[in-house]
C-alpha cells in the first residue's frame, strides 16, 4: 500500500526537522542473511497515482510497504515504484568522496553529532545491518545520549515516535556512510519538535551539554519550524545560545533547508501557507542551511544527467521539495553582501544543496516495529533531512584533512562561491514552485529557479567532496 505520510515535526534534515526534511519512506524490503535474490522483481509496480497523503509530524513520508529479501537495486525501485533508489556506495562515488578515502581521510578522529526527537529504539543494530549488507565498516563508536532528560519508551503506534526513528536511522547511516571513519554521538531528545517552540528548549539544553562538554565537531539538525509559527521575533531569537555557543567553540551546525518548497507547515501541521516562507534553524545566520537536489545516477554512481532541484510536489500531490526562500527574522549576514542581487536585505536560503529526493532516495534500513505489522527490511527516503547528515560526513572528512574544527562554515562557502571553486559545481536547473490542493482551491507558491550562481533554490551549488575537502582544508 502506498502512502505518503508528511511527519509531525518540523525536521528540516528528515524526521526530526519536518520543516527542512520531510523524509520519505519509498519501499521497505527486509533483509536476507543469505544475500537471496531480492523478490521485488515479483511485486507488481504500484502506479505513482496511487499515492495519498496524510499528516504526520517527522519529514518522513511513507510511500510503500513492499518487502524484500534484499535491499533493492536502482533498476529494482524503478521497475517496480516508478522512481530510482540509491545505496551508500552510489552517494559516495557521485559526491567523489572515494579518493579521499583512499588518502585516509575517512573522518578519523572526528564526532558527528545527530540531534533528534526520541530517538530509534534500535538504532544500534540498524546501523550494524546496514553495514554489513553495503561493505561499510563500523564506526570507531555510536554513543547515544540524552542530556535534556529520559526518553519515553518507543511506542510503534505514535506515529510521530515512528516518524522520530525513521529520521533517526536516516541520519545516523547517511553521515556514517560519506565519514565511515567518524564517530558518531546520537543526542536523543523527550520532547517531539513540532512547529513554534515546542520541542526546542530542549534541543538547546541537548545541543549546549554537547558543545560545553566538548564531545562533537560538526552538529546536523534534521528539523525545524515555520519562522511565522513562532509567538514572535523574540521567542525564537531567545532560542539561539547553542548556535552562539557552537560558534564560540568553532563547532559547525547544520540545518535541513526544509521540504515544502517555498512553503512550508502552518501551526495546525496539516495546512501550508499559501505565500512563501522558511524555517528556522535554518534560517540562523550561524547555521549552514542545507537544501536538496535531484540525482540520477547509474549503479555505480555515475551521473546519466545534471543534479537538478528537488521537486517531488507531482509525485506526492503536495509539497515536496527542497526548502528555500528569504528569513523574515534575520537581516542579510555579511557572508551574502555580494548576493544582494538575490536576497535583497534579508538572510537566504539554502547555503549548499546535497541529495534529497524521494525519487531518486536513499536505502535506509529500519529494523524497529513501526505498527504495521511488516517485518524489518530497508525504506527508500528522501527529503532535505537526508542531505544535512550526507553534508555532515563531508565536514568531518574536511575537519579530519584541515587538522581542525572548520566552524562556521558559511564565509568560507561563500567565498568559494565567488571564485567559482571546483569543489561546489554550480546546480542550474529546477525550481521549488509547489502547487497543491487546499481548502477547496488549487494554491500556487511560485518559488525560485536555479540560476547559475547562487540563488535561492540551490544555494551555492552542490558538493564535489574531493575538492570542496581540498578548498576548505587550507582555511585557518
Not at 90 to 106: F, I, N, S
Not at 155 to 168: F, L, Q, R
Not at 429 to 454: D, E, H, K, M, W
Request: hydrophobic share 40%; net charge negative; charged share 15%.
Amino acid at each position: 500500500m502506498f502512502v505518503a505520510r508528511k511527519p509531525r515535526s518540523h525536521r528540516l534534515g528528515g524526521v526530526a526537522l519536518a520543516v527542512s526534511s520531510i523524509a520519505l519512506v519509498a519501499a521497505s524490503v527486509a533483509p536476507s542473511a543469505q544475500a537471496a535474490t531480492p523478490s521485488l522483481a515479483a511485486a507488481p509496480a504500484t502506479p505513482i497515482a496511487e499515492l495519498s497523503t496524510a499528516v504526520a509530524r517527522p519529514y518522513d513520508d511513507v510511500l510503500a510497504h513492499t518487502r524484500s529479501a534484499a535491499p533493492p537495486t536502482t533498476a529494482d525501485c524503478e521497475a517496480n515504484f516508478g522512481i530510482a533508489c540509491y545505496s551508500p556506495n552510489q552517494y559516495e562515488a557521485a559526491y567523489d568522496m572515494l579518493p579521499l578515502y583512499k588518502a585516509g581521510l575517512t573522518g578519523k578522529g572526528k564526532t558527528i553529532v545527530i540531534v533528534d526527537s526520541f530517538g530509534s529504539p534500535t538504532v544500534a543494530a540498524d546501523l550494524a545491518q546496514f553495514d554489513h549488507d553495503f561493505g561499510l565498516p563500523a564506526p570507531p563508536s555510536l554513543t547515544v545520549i540524552a542530556p535534556a532528560g529520559p526518553i519515553p519508551p518507543f511506542d510503534p503506534t505514535n506515529s510521530d515516535m515512528v516518524g522520530w526513528a525513521e529520521e533517526t536511522s536516516l541520519d545516523v547511516q547517511y553521515s556514517h556512510a560519506m565519514a565511515p571513519g567518524a564517530n558518531i554521538l546520537l543526542v536523543e531528545t523527550p520532547v517531539s519538535e513540532t512547529e513554534g517552540t515546542v520541542g526546542f528548549p530542549e534541543i538547546v539544553e541537548a545541543e549546549n551539554y554537547v558543545i560545553n562538554h566538548n564531545l562533537g565537531d560538526v552538529i546536523t539538525q534534521s528539523f525545524g519550524a515555520t519562522e511565522e509559527t513562532f509567538p514572535s521575533a523574540q521567542s525564537l531569537l531567545d532560542l539561539r545560545s547553542a548556535f552562539t555557543n557552537a560558534q564560540a567553540h568553532h563547532v559547525t551546525v547544520l540545518g535541513a533547508s526544509g521540504d515544502g518548497g517555498a512553503t512550508d507547515s502552518e501551526s495546525d501541521l496539516v495546512n501550508f501557507y499559501p505565500f512563501r516562507v522558511d524555517s528556522w534553524p535554518s534560517t540562523d545566520p550561524l547555521v549552514t542551511s542545507v537544501g536538496g537536489t535531484q540525482l540520477h545516477l547509474t549503479a555505480a554512481g555515475t551521473r546519466t544527467a545534471p543534479d537538478n532541484v528537488w521537486n517531488d510536489t507531482a509525485l506526492f500531490g503536495s509539497p515536496a521539495a527542497s526548502g528555500g526562500g528569504l528569513s523574515t527574522i534575520f537581516p542579510r549576514p555579511g557572508f551574502q553582501l555580494l548576493d544582494a542581487s538575490v536576497v535583497g536585505s534579508r538572510r537566504g536560503t539554502p547555503d549548499i544543496s546535497m541529495s534529497a529526493a524521494v525519487d531518486g532516495g536513499a536505502l535506509v534500513y529500519l529494523g524497529f516495529d513501526d505498527g504495521t505489522g511488516d517485518p524489518p527490511g530497508y525504506g527508500v527516503i528522501g527529503g532535505t533531512s537526508e542531505a544535512s547528515p550526507l553534508f555532515s560526513g563531508v565536514v568531518a572528512v574536511a575537519d579530519q584533512a584541515a587538522g581542525h574544527r572548520l566552524g562556521l562554515l558559511d564565509p568560507d562557502l561563500y567565498l568559494l562561491g565567488l571564485v567559482r571553486a571546483p569543489g561546489i559545481p554550480d546546480v542550474t536547473l529546477g525550481n521549488n514552485s509547489v502547487t497543491f490542493p487546499q481548502g477547496g482551491q488549487t494554491i500556487t507558491v511560485p518559488g525560485f529557479n536555479a540560476t547559475r550562481g547562487y540563488d535561492l533554490a540551490s544555494g551555492l551549488g552542490t558538493v564535489d567532496g574531493a575538492k570542496l575537502v581540498s578548498e576548505l582544508s587550507l582555511f585557518p
